[in-house]
């Protein structure tokens, strides 16, 4: 009681991967950056391995995601995705991009035919660090095996054919377990879970 | 305008993951541009992406590897060089026909100006089509059919995505208008209608060619490969 806590700031004053891209973009802090890429680029290169990269290709990777973050931090909007989503949607993205060599089709937030949303979600207060919070104790309360169905439609993209050869079990099942996963991770943002 | 078709959750996960193909990506982020709720959904889907990226475990990096980054970064400054996030079109939306709701990003971006001066193929009787140019092995198009059109019987080889940008259609599954879906599987056999007053226009994309049923489908397949 006395002496560990007693004068300390609070402990969200610790600065995180949010603060460490706000930093990058309103002042390319590169300390902020050098926290970030420790945080990050062990695991995304054992990620892009995991997706059947090479080590080289993964190594690549790592460097142009980390210069793409550099580069739109100032795009960055924490409101919408914590930073370790938006960073895998970089990564992602320089996957497609440099790997498939495709173009990634998405929206432009700017375009005058996008339809914007009819009323603000109930939870639209929420910062994406707290939405993503929400999906990661969403993803906790998931029996196991849903969780590893999951995770490997992420890895490799894996088709629901391979993902049953895998484990070892029918697709029937492989689909029923993801449908049930996503049901559930949806519900940790529709504000009615 | 409310969407009654959605995508399924596995196709919004997997353009989330970047799984899906280019001409799949196109018509998911397109339905996208129409529908709020599947925007929240990729939301969340790409949250379980940074989470499981987040924990992976983790690989050992090159000796040096940050610091060939940080000599890249004096060239690289935050925000000096944002590329446009999708090629300029080369029209805006207000150009199109009055009578016509506006094509979505990023459709729009594949199509090479406004609907009225693309080369239409005439495929059949009350059905026009224009092939876009899309990477990866399925293939997209634009679908025109006249209204009150009623379309032969039809399975299909693989599965194929349609996504209504203006009219619609009613099926065995129910009514298609703007912003809906339909997924159709090779198990599936349809016969659409489309409405009477107006055109419907489609983006659909298949991974294979459709095979028609019945005497007139088979007589109309060598020249409707919609
Ligand atoms: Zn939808």
């Known amino acids: 009681m006395s002496g560990a806590t007693g004068g300390a700031p609070a402990a969200t004053a610790v600065p995180g991967p949010e603060d460490w891209l706000r930093a990058i973009a309103e002042r390319e802090d590169r300390a902020a950056f050098a926290s970030l890429f420790r945080a990050f680029a062990p695991r995304i290169k054992g990620y892009m391995m995991r997706l059947g990269c090479s080590a080289a290709q993964a190594e690549d990777l790592v460097q142009e995601t980390f210069v793409g973050v550099w580069r739109k931090a100032r795009l960055y909007d924490p409101a919408k995705a914590a930073a370790a989503t938006w960073i895998f949607t970089v990564a992602r993205n320089l996957r497609i991009d440099l790997l498939r060599r495709e173009r990634r089709p998405e929206i432009d937030p700017d375009d005058p035919a996008l339809v914007g949303d009819a009323a603000p979600l109930p939870d639209a207060e929420l910062s994406g660090k707290q939405q993503a919070a929400r999906v990661r104790a969403a993803l906790a309360t998931l029996p196991a095996e849903q969780v590893s169905v999951v995770e490997l439609s992420f890895f490799a993209g894996k088709a629901h054919g391979a993902i049953a050869e895998e484990l070892d079990i029918p697709l029937g099942t492989v689909k029923s377990r993801l449908r049930l996963a996503f049901r559930r991770i949806r519900s940790a943002l529709d504000g009615n879970s | ?226």
């Not at chain 2, 996960?13 to 280019?22: F, L, N």
């Not at chain 2, 925007?39 to 499981?52: K, L, P, S």
């Not at chain 2, 987040?54 to 060089?81: I, M, Q, T, V």
């Open chain 2, 1 to 226: 305008m409310t969407i009654q078709h959605h995508l399924g959750d596995d196709l919004l996960a997997s353009y989330a993951a970047g799984g899906t193909d280019e001409a799949t990506g196109l018509l998911v982020a397109t339905h996208l541009a129409l529908c709020p709720a599947c925007r929240t959904a990729v939301a969340a889907f790409e949250a379980v992406g940074g989470a499981i990226m987040a924990g992976c475990e983790p690989a050992d990096l090159n000796a040096g590897a940050f610091a060939a980054l940080e000599a890249r970064l004096g060239r690289a400054e935050p925000g000096s060089s944002v590329p446009p996030a999708s090629p300029a079109p080369a029209f805006a939306p207000a150009a199109l026909s009055a009578a016509a709701p506006a094509i979505p990003q990023p459709l729009r971006s594949y199509l090479v100006g406004p609907l009225d001066r693309l080369r239409w193929q005439r495929v059949g009787p009350g059905v026009r089509r224009v092939p876009l140019r899309v990477g990866g092995g399925a293939t997209a198009r634009l679908l025109e059919l006249a209204p009150g059109l009623k379309l032969p019987r039809h399975g299909h080889t693989a599965s194929e995505l349609t996504l209504v940008l203006s009219g619609g259609y009613s099926d065995e599954s129910g009514r298609f208008a703007r912003g809906d879906v339909e997924e159709a599987t090779p198990e599936d056999v349809h016969r659409p209608i489309t409405d009477p007053d107006g055109p419907c226009l489609c983006l659909v994309v298949t991974t294979g060619a459709l095979r028609f049923t019945g005497l007139t489908a088979r007589l109309l397949q060598p020249f409707i490969r919609l």
